[in-house]
């Protein structure tokens, strides 16, 4: 096997990276091959788009907190199919800023003797550290998530951070204090800043709290929705409903060349932040609504209203039976499908095809270099 063009020494530990052992060239032909093997069958699959520049894209990067066996505070990602933490300093894939913050954190640790929180005995103060940057905004969020909610010398902390790091806008402290996988909390506060940060994607704005959805990869992101636009046809006069909508992105970007956009998403916390970021970039014709996708779609057919175009970007797991029926019922002239997972998109595919509809494109997207997940972009034309 060919050999990268730069190598992890943690990358058997971490297990992040599944193809760190390639070239990236190679890592986009084993991908290609992937996607033919799984959807060849519908038509033909055009060649995946990659990246100019495949490292250092994750706009996002968590960090878990722990001491090693002398007692040494360590940072950075639980190892595969476990709780211990594989201390990491840097990642190829990740935010090179964002990992100087946390490392910033982990030596502020010492110096003000807070301890790692340890979920078994409930004791310690750090679990995680989050940091969010906008790429093209500048913009920096860090949210420190502690097992408990006493803070001490909680202004001097966050002084010190912004002293080594004046590039911050914003800090949160969020209060985790389960025994979960899950890494933020229900309790949030602001200690510094707004509370959120800005980023651009093509001509919109974008305005990211700690809890909101935002692609990882922001350079991919955008050939992955201009793709999707160029596949959902749009001329000015169609309705289309954005379904699995989350804080409205998709939605937002498509608004400019359709009549009018619903968007439908069950997070109630994304569809506020979804209706944040459409007054942010005055977008009037597009409208969000707290549902179930497919029970919408259904009750919109049911009132005999229509949509012309459906975009769809459900999670790994892909589509239910039920959210495919009432697509069938609603009954969309194109449906733009946006999937993660190869394999979940064959299955909903098979159903579709069979159900009046026909697979026109088939566009992959490298949006996670170094790893196995695949994107892709397909248009389906009602028969």
């Known amino acids: ?83 211990r933490v594989v201390a990491v300093e840097t990642c190829l894939t990740e935010d090179e800023k964002a990992d100087e913050i946390i490392g910033t954190v982990r030596r502020l640790l010492k110096s003000f003797k807070l301890k790692p ?58 209060v985790n204090p389960g025994r979960t996988s899950m890494v933020l909390g229900a309790q949030e506060e602001v200690l510094f800043g707004p509370g959120k940060i800005e980023e651009q994607l093509g001509d919109c704005v974008f305005r990211i709290s700690a809890r909101a959805f935002y692609q990882i990869n922001p350079a991919q992101t955008e050939v992955l929705y201009q793709k999707a636009l160029e596949f959902a046809g749009l001329t000015g006069r169609e309705t289309v409903i954005d379904a699995y909508c989350g804080t409205g992105t998709i939605g937002i970007f498509a608004a400019g060349r359709a009549k009018q956009v619903i968007g439908v998403e069950l997070n109630g916390d994304a569809v506020a932040d979804a209706r944040e970021n459409a007054k942010l970039n005055d977008v009037q014709n597009i409208r969000f609504f707290k549902a179930d996708a497919g029970e919408f779609m259904t009750g919109m057919a049911k009132a005999g209203e229509k949509a012309d175009v459906v975009l769809m970007d459900p999670p790994r797991a892909g589509s239910d039976r039920a959210f495919l029926s009432s697509l069938l019922t609603l009954s969309p002239k194109r449906v733009v499908y946006v999937s993660c997972n190869p394999e979940t998109l064959r299955r909903d595919l098979v159903f579709l095809s069979k159900n009046g509809y026909r697979v026109r494109k088939i566009q992959p997207v490298d949006m996670f270099p170094h790893t196995k997940h695949i994107e892709c972009v397909c248009l389906l034309e009602r028969r």
């Open 117 to 174: 929180y340890n979920p078994d005995t409930g004791r310690g103060f750090l679990r995680h550290v989050l940091v969010k940057r906008g790429f093209k905004s500048g913009q920096i969020m860090v949210v420190l998530v502690t097992g408990v909610r006493e803070f001490p010398k909680k202004r001097s902390f966050v002084n010190a951070l912004l002293h080594a790091h004046p590039e911050i806008t914003t800090v949160l402290q969020n």
């Open 1 to 83: 096997m060919e050999k990268s063009e730069k190598r992890c020494p943690l990358a058997k530990k971490c297990g992040g990276c599944q193809l760190q052992n390639l070239s990236y060239e190679k890592q986009l032909q084993y991908k290609q091959v992937q996607c033919i093997r799984l959807l060849g069958q519908f038509c033909r699959v055009e060649e995946i788009l990659g990246m100019e520049h495949p490292y250092h894209y994750r706009n996002k990067v968590q960090a878990a907190f722990s001491e090693d066996r002398r007692g040494n505070i360590i940072s950075g990602v639980y190892q595969a199919a476990s709780h």
